[in-house]
């Protein structure tokens, strides 16, 4: 398996990064006309899209978008197609992303994770977050949630957003110092 940039993958392997946007993260993408809008808009210079590819298909695929005059970096999009999660892709290719980010001056990376499953999956979900956030964010449980991916890769959770996803649906933040 390689890690590469997106900029050099034909049709197809785009076609490829665009279902599995809509298969595996359909709140974010529910069409595939709108995960190849996503692609075309974030695969521009000075962003950083890569994929990871074995035998001419795309397994998984993430980026990075810089911010504050390119010393912190978005991560955003991650995703690995189902049946090679858990196999060590992603943390591939978010380790492939923070050297780029150091590459380019990057002293920060930072993701926002929505927690708007309608049950909830982390402890912060259907929680009054206005009632007593410090005690939340430090008692925090990622659950089944992808933060305890981030959680393991060094990441940090260094802010809530209460409600960003509809009421005891908040946006998570996380960060890490490259």
Not at 23 to 33: H, I, K, N, R
Not at 51 to 75: D, H, M, Q, T
Not at 99 to 104: I, M, V
Request: charged share 25%; with cysteine.
């Amino acid at each position: 398996m390689k890690i590469i940039n997106m900029d050099t993958l034909n049709e197809k392997q785009i076609n490829q990064s665009a279902q599995m946007l809509t298969d595996e993260l359909p709140l974010g993408w529910a069409a595939f006309g709108e995960a190849i809008d996503e692609i075309k808009e974030r695969l521009v210079p000075q962003n950083t899209l890569l994929a990871a590819v074995e035998n001419g298909e795309v397994l998984g695929w993430c980026g990075i978008l810089p911010s504050y005059e390119g010393k912190v970096f978005e991560l955003h999009p991650l995703v690995v197609v189902k049946h090679m999660q858990r196999k060590g892709i992603g943390t591939m290719l978010v380790k492939a992303l923070e050297d780029a980010a150091r590459s380019r001056g990057g002293i920060t990376m930072w993701l926002g994770a929505d927690d708007d499953k309608p049950d909830g999956e982390t402890s912060l979900a259907n929680v009054d977050l206005y009632d007593n956030l410090p005690k939340h964010i430090k008692e925090f449980d990622p659950g089944t949630h992808q933060t305890a991916f981030y959680l393991k890769m060094g990441f940090k959770v260094v802010g809530v957003m209460p409600d960003a996803n509809g009421i005891g649906r908040p946006d998570i933040y996380l960060a890490k110092r490259l």
